[in-house]
């Protein structure tokens, strides 16, 4: 998938203000609409124009594409990485313009599901109560263990006097729960946007994923741990040491293992009402035979296993 350079779309400067952006895409806009413009490929070019306006009309979508668009130029591959919109504070509220339908697959791929649009208070009321905002954070697996309490500092889009967008920052102290799961969500009352008059501030939900970890992956409530053993361990059985995120286990490996084979610790996975399952992933580490006497053995157990036919079933 192409990148695509919004800001050249509409002709202005990555540092825009926002009423210089609303007065490009009026006068293009009125160039390539469909009814009038007598431009080659006006349709397309006023469906391009109305998407990248979609997106830099709006403080929250436009800070999140420039931080994101920072290390991409026009013609480079691009996939949005995994994660990429983490740390940013919206309001909530879908789309401004639209269905993303509308749109490119470029678009979709960054708004689509995410709603990343702004949903503002309406005016005349003197007396409301503020919205509420969201985030998504990533947390460590082992929090969700024993619980824990930590700083997370968000990303604000705004707009500064100049009507220019930028971020400030939103530090917070916040308590994870033991037993929070991927995708459930944090209510901190009171730190969404304030109300207006005596209007109460909006609350702050924080959509909670676990980040990538070096050993453990999880899939909803279990957890799944790649573990090294040796060719004889797994022929013969044995006793293995092994990391979990509540602390290491002895595990028991049973004769004639084969590599991918599953071996389940219960109620180690995620902790809860009903808690996860941890599963060791077996993986067979040969040795290499790299002297005289690795070599020898290696030379020695085709000898003695010169029977055994390990691509049997594939007919050759």
Do not use: C
């Amino acid at each position: 998938m192409e990148f695509k350079d919004y800001y050249t779309i509409m002709g202005v400067a990555r540092d825009a203000t926002q009423d210089e952006i609303k007065r490009a895409y009026r006068k293009l806009a009125r160039k390539y609409h469909p009814d009038v413009s007598k431009e080659k490929n006006a349709e397309a070019r006023f469906k391009e124009v109305g998407e990248a306006y979609e997106v830099l009309k709006d403080a929250e979508k436009r800070a999140a594409y420039d931080d994101l668009g920072a290390n991409w130029k026009a013609g480079q591959d691009f996939r949005p990485p995994p994660d990429w919109n983490t740390g940013f504070e919206f309001t909530g509220g879908g789309f401004t313009g639209g269905d993303s339908a509308h749109y490119s697959d470029f678009f979709e791929s960054l708004f689509g599901r995410g709603g990343f649009g702004s949903q503002r208070a309406g005016g005349g009321a003197r007396h409301s109560q503020g919205q509420d905002r969201h985030a998504r954070v990533l947390i460590e697996l082992e929090d969700t263990y024993t619980g824990a309490s930590r700083s997370i500092t968000l990303r604000v889009p705004d707009v500064d006097a100049q009507g220019r967008v930028m971020t400030r920052e939103h530090t917070l102290n916040v308590t994870i729960p033991k037993g929070i799961r991927g995708g459930q969500h944090l209510r901190l009352a009171g730190q969404g946007s304030p109300g207006l008059g005596q209007g109460k501030a909006g609350d702050l939900y924080l959509e909670v994923e676990f980040s990538p970890h070096a050993r453990y992956r999880v899939e909803e409530v279990d957890v799944y741990l790649d573990v090294p053993i040796t060719p004889w361990e797994a022929a013969l059985g044995g006793s293995v040491k092994v990391p979990t995120p509540s602390g290491a286990v002895e595990l028991k490996v049973p004769a004639g293992s084969v590599a991918g084979s599953k071996l389940r610790l219960k109620g180690r996975g995620i902790p809860g009402a009903t808690p996860g399952d941890f599963f060791v992933v077996l993986q067979i580490v040969v040795p290499p035979a790299d002297t005289a006497a690795g070599k020898a053995l290696y030379a020695n157990m085709a000898e003695q296993f010169k029977s055994f036919n390990p691509r049997g079933k594939l007919g050759v």
